[in-house]
């Protein structure tokens, strides 16, 4: 896992919930994604830890950032590569 404490469950719950609150539907967040589950985000955490461990070439450049912002785009990513998600885009 990619967690370096000695409490990477709640690192990764933690991780959920910040990914949660910029694209999960609820009264105040930024960029909802229609029909997302924290499920799903927990889904596309997986894949995104798969390619980081593979380091297969097209994700070679992939590396975790304790959870930062491009983590959370990289798994928002993820989510969004399965059709049944449309991704807010204003308006």
Excluded: C
Excluded at 21 to 38: A, N, Q, R, V
Excluded at 65 to 74: K, P, Q, W
């Amino acid at each position: 896992m990619l967690f370096t404490s000695d409490r990477p469950v709640k690192e990764l719950n933690d991780f959920v919930d910040y990914v949660w609150s910029f694209y999960g539907e609820h009264d105040d967040t930024l960029y909802p994604i229609h029909g997302l589950k924290k499920k799903d985000i927990y889904d596309a955490f997986f894949v995104y830890e798969d390619r980081i461990l593979k380091g297969d070439l097209e994700y070679v450049h992939y590396e975790w950032g304790d959870g930062d912002s491009l983590d959370r785009e990289r798994v928002r990513d993820i989510i969004l590569e399965q059709p049944q998600f449309i991704a807010w885009h204003g308006g």
